[in-house]
């Protein structure tokens, strides 16, 4: 069976990029996968090294990317190797044309993961993640997410329309399950793991040559989207209780806290090792948090400004929402708590199985 993935392959983004990997492993074990080979111009725009747009915050976009210009240019260039050498790509797509072409080489089309129905992030509800170009070929979603974002009603019509041609259905937030199911009546919609939980621990260290390193001591590893207050005095508490250094990852040049290793340019093998060697993790990202939880670390998840759903909802899944924290108190009670991680990988593997279970049905062979 020849598989072609439509996701979030190409960006800035840790966690959209070992994604894409872990989708197009796992999609492999039913058939020679491949990840189409398009990208919208918002996505485009987070690999340049200066982000020029008509948007008003352009400016402030240039005016940092100035201020870390040489790290990021570091970074996007270890981000182009991983692509590179971690994904099978098909022919570069730039239009609706040329994915018509395409659609007549393979025998499924799979959409997901990440959040390819999220305007906010791909610029649009842009119509090739909703595969409206392939025809006469079996589509299905796979844990496709939309984040917390609600579609307009201009938004549902479109999804309605273009839902009717889909044999197969999940999303990776419960919600985004509801949400689908009120637009478009349909109640076979799956709500199914993201595909970096699909692969284990061992698996990861395998396939990325992952180290077990001791070289950096033992720290206290940050990766955050945005920093807030809570942030801040996380950081500064834990490291203080524990006793460790601060890691960070982040490309941002000023950060609210002081970090003992500030790491502006690590590319995603670099990020998950870090991740891996870490005594603790302080995060308000969902790859953040899934990552946290597949390599079972000691970590709190800070609520984040937007999309806690997708945290909330994976943490209530595995029987660790006490590690949501919204503000001191939050992590107070949460660190008191030492993580049954026995009783999550019993969760977690429940839920892969249920999500193994829905592929091996979504890819079957149909005559």
Partial sequence: ?????????????????????????????????????????????????????????????????????????????????FMSSSYRLSRTCVNISDLKDLSSEYDVFVCGSDQIWNPCVTGQLDS????????????????????????????????????????????????MVQQVAEITGRKDIQHTLDPTLLLTKSEWIDLLDLKIDGSLGKYVFVYTLKKDKVVYEAVRGLAKRLGLKVVAVDQDPFLLYRPDIHIRDAGPVEFLNLMLNAEFVITNSFHGTAF????????????????????????????????????????????????????????????????????????????
């Avoid at 491949?34 to 948007?55: E, G, Q």
């Avoid at 949501?324 to 839920?351: G, W």
């Fill in 1 to 81: 069976m020849k598989i072609a993935l439509l996701t979030i392959h190409y960006a800035n983004s840790y966690g959209g990029c070992l994604q894409a990997l872990a989708s197009q492993v796992v999609l492999s074990r039913f058939g020679d996968a491949v990840i189409v080979d398009y990208k919208t111009p918002a996505l485009k725009s987070t690999m340049k090294p200066l982000r020029f747009s008509r948007n008003p915050r352009s400016f402030l976009h240039v005016i940092k990317d100035i201020l870390r210009l040489f790290p990021r240019i570091r970074l996007l260039k270890k981000f182009h190797a």
């Fill in 128 to 175: 090739p993640y909703l595969l409206g170009f392939a025809s006469d070929v079996r589509k299905v979603t796979f844990s496709t997410s939309a984040g917390s974002y609600r579609f307009s009603k201009g938004e549902q019509d479109k999804i309605q329309s273009a839902i009717n041609d889909f044999a197969n259905f999940s999303f990776r937030e419960v919600d």
């Fill in 292 to 367: 946290s939880v597949n390599f079972g670390l000691p970590f709190i998840a800070v609520k984040p400004e937007t999309g806690i759903n997708r945290i909330k909802g994976f943490l209530e899944s595995v029987g660790l929402d006490s590690r949501l924290v919204s503000d001191l108190n939050d992590l107070d009670a949460s660190l008191k708590e030492v993580i049954d991680y026995a009783m999550v990988e019993r969760k977690l593997n429940a839920l892969r199985n249920h999500t193994f279970e829905y592929l091996a049905d979504a890819l079957r062979t149909h005559e």
